[in-house]
């Protein structure tokens, strides 16, 4: 018989608690979508140490028998103009280039491949032999969305999983000061050299890394930054979301925001397709110095719920009871 939920004195192994605050989110010194500065309020929560793995995910199919976005053939009617042939299932898999691209296209090194999913991260000859503590991959948001559920847990908020990936750090660039690389020190799992054809793999690891491989922040948090991108359950907003009026004690502090509307998180560049967008968080070990500087966690970026890639995971919370 499958299990509809995991049992409930297993909801809390693997997390730790934060505190909640007051912080100051966003930031000045990259990309717009990231300004203003405004100062928010969390309150408590738990959240995973690591991002979900592929041990603890097939844990989860196993129980319920679950079938991810990516092992299900797309339907043409969702997808206008889509290209005959193209309706199977499959995912997004990065492939490194062999010389410079051009980086405003990201078609130079993505490729849909039949068959790749979460067992089979780089395609139907793939397996997950020495990825078992690895984060899941090819992971789109109904199947973080599910998972969460199983566990009795939910996915963060963009400022809740701001907050955690800050480890206590007040307006510091990165999770741990603002320095990329401290005394050389390799801080997370990210591109070192020139994306998307010359990675020095200073990290040790050319995609993803087993988690905790690298120091934890100061909540005890790991893999905050880099590795894999990370779902949240807020809806994307070119500007985030501030302050519109002013409530007695709470002068200018946005209190537990929930992001933007569905309706305002449809890309603008492909106005047929109308499939929404959530906010990512965390960067993943394809940003590097020359694209993407998002291994930071004032870091944003849209990406539509049903989208399933080698680098975005996600990991889960559970919210304090008031």
């Known amino acids: 018989m499958q299990e509809t939920s995991k049992p409930v004195e297993d909801v809390f192994a693997g997390m730790i608690h934060v505190p909640g605050g007051t912080f100051t989110m966003g930031s000045e010194n990259f990309y717009p979508e990231e300004m203003p500065l405004r100062r928010v309020k969390v ?5 995973d140490e690591t991002p979900v793995t592929n041990r603890e995910f097939a ?4 129980a319920t028998g679950y079938v991810t976005v990516a092992e299900i053939a797309p339907d043409p009617k969702d997808y206008p103009g889509m290209l005959p042939g193209m309706d199977k299932a499959g995912s997004l898999v990065f492939h490194k280039t062999a010389t410079p691209v051009d980086t405003g296209n990201p078609a130079n090194w993505w490729s849909f491949v ?4 979460w067992r089979h991260p780089l395609g139907p000859d793939s397996n997950l032999d020495d990825l078992w503590d690895h984060p899941a991959v ?5 199947d973080a969305e599910a998972y969460a559920k199983w566990a009795g847990k939910e996915l963060p908020t963009e400022a809740e999983f701001e907050f ?5 750090l007040e307006g510091r660039d990165y999770a741990w000061g603002d320095e990329l690389a401290p005394d050389g020190a390799m801080m997370a799992n990210y591109w070192q050299g020139l994306f998307p054809f010359a990675n020095q793999c200073l990290d040790g690891w050319e995609r993803t890394s087993p988690v905790k491989s690298f120091p934890a922040n100061g909540y005890g948090l790991y893999d905050m ?5 990370e779902w949240t359950t807020d809806w994307w907003s070119e500007r985030p979301q501030t302050v519109t009026k002013k409530k007695p004690g709470a002068c200018c502090v946005l209190e537990n925001p929930r ?6 998180s449809f890309d603008p560049g492909e106005p047929n397709v109308r499939i929404g967008r959530k906010v990512i968080k965390g960067g993943s070990h394809l940003c590097a110095a020359n694209y993407c500087q998002r291994y ?4 944003r970026h849209p990406e539509m719920i049903d989208s399933a890639t080698t680098h975005i995971g996600f990991r889960c919370v559970v919210r304090d009871k008031t």
């Open 43 to 47: 309150d408590p929560f738990w959240i």
């Open 59 to 62: 844990d989860f199919v196993e």
């Open 114 to 117: 039949f068959g790749a999913c």
């Open 164 to 168: 955690a990936a800050r480890g206590g």
């Open 259 to 264: 992001g933007g509307k569905l309706r305002d």
């Open 225 to 229: 930054i880099g590795n894999t991108w």
């Open 138 to 142: 090819h992971i789109a948001f109904a």
């Open 296 to 299: 930071r966690p004032a870091a």
